[in-house]
């Protein structure tokens, strides 16, 4: 696998990665409470690195060629969007000021994180469709070697732009508790369309 191969899987991956979506919202969520940030950012890459073994092992053509499983995944994944969603409307987050604790703990923000990402099957579907197209068995490298190699990069995307995400929301709204409920309840807005969207494209599909 060359540089240049690499050069447009990480153009494509970003274009990708920049698209407002589930972890966006969830990060931008995490951003109003000081210290979620991290624990938030860690679950959705725990979330996207479940899939890197998933695709590493082989085993993402055999789940997303099969109709079940990626009902079943969808269906829980959206539920779970809706979920949260829902939580995040009734009680949309405020900024909290240094030293000031949440009810949350870090684990359990890091756990929705992971939920999150794990549960969304258009992961599994970029590992799925994207991913073959940079992947060249007569380069060399084993395949299974130039899957984790793009799967590194993708984490590694993800973890830059989530953090910039969560850090730019925390420093945007921390003294604008009004726009703050604002971005909070767009953000759970956004994760009940995506939970809606996913449902429908896969039950209609």
């Given at each position: 696998?060359?540089?240049?191969?690499?050069?447009?899987?990480?153009?494509?991956?970003?274009?990708?990665?920049?698209?407002?979506?589930?972890?966006?919202?969830?990060?931008?969520?995490?951003?109003?409470?000081?210290?979620?940030?991290?624990?938030?950012?860690?679950?959705?890459?725990?979330?996207?690195?479940?899939?890197?073994?998933?695709?590493?092992?082989?085993?993402?053509?055999?789940?997303?060629?099969?109709?079940?499983?990626?009902?079943?995944?969808?269906?829980?994944?959206?539920?779970?969007?809706?979920?949260?969603?829902?939580?995040?409307?009734?009680q949309p987050a405020v900024p909290?000021?240094?030293?000031?604790?949440?009810?949350?703990?870090?684990?359990?923000?890091?756990?929705?994180?992971?939920?999150?990402?794990?549960?969304n099957p258009k992961a599994l579907?970029?590992?799925?469709?994207?991913?073959?197209?940079?992947?060249?068995?007569?380069?060399?490298?084993?395949?299974?070697?130039?899957?984790?190699?793009?799967?590194?990069?993708?984490?590694?995307?993800?973890?830059?732009?989530?953090?910039?995400?969560?850090?730019?929301?925390?420093?945007?709204?921390?003294?604008?508790?009004?726009?703050?409920?604002?971005?909070?309840?767009?953000?759970?807005?956004?994760?009940?369309?995506i939970g809606i969207f996913l449902?429908?494209?896969?039950?209609?599909?």
């Open positions: 696998m060359n540089t240049t191969t690499l050069a447009a899987f990480l153009a494509v991956d970003l274009l990708l990665v920049f698209t407002p979506g589930a972890d966006w919202a969830y990060a931008i969520s995490a951003g109003l409470r000081r210290r979620s940030i991290v624990p938030a950012v860690t679950g959705l890459i725990a979330g996207h690195a479940a899939y890197a073994l998933v695709a590493v092992a082989g085993l993402a053509v055999i789940v997303a060629s099969s109709p079940a499983a990626l009902t079943a995944l969808t269906v829980a994944g959206a539920g779970y969007l809706l979920w949260l969603g829902w939580g995040v409307l009734r909290t000021a240094a030293g000031e604790s949440t009810d949350t703990s870090r684990l359990r923000v890091m756990l929705k994180g992971a939920g999150i990402s794990g549960l579907l970029l590992y799925f469709s994207l991913f073959p197209q940079f992947i060249h068995p007569a380069t060399g490298w084993p395949v299974t070697a130039q899957t984790g190699l793009l799967s590194t990069v993708h984490l590694t995307a993800c973890t830059v732009v989530y953090l910039a995400v969560g850090v730019l929301a925390r420093t945007v709204l921390s003294t604008r508790p009004s726009a703050a409920r604002i971005v909070t309840r767009i953000s759970g807005a956004m994760m009940i369309a449902l429908v494209e896969r039950l209609a599909g």
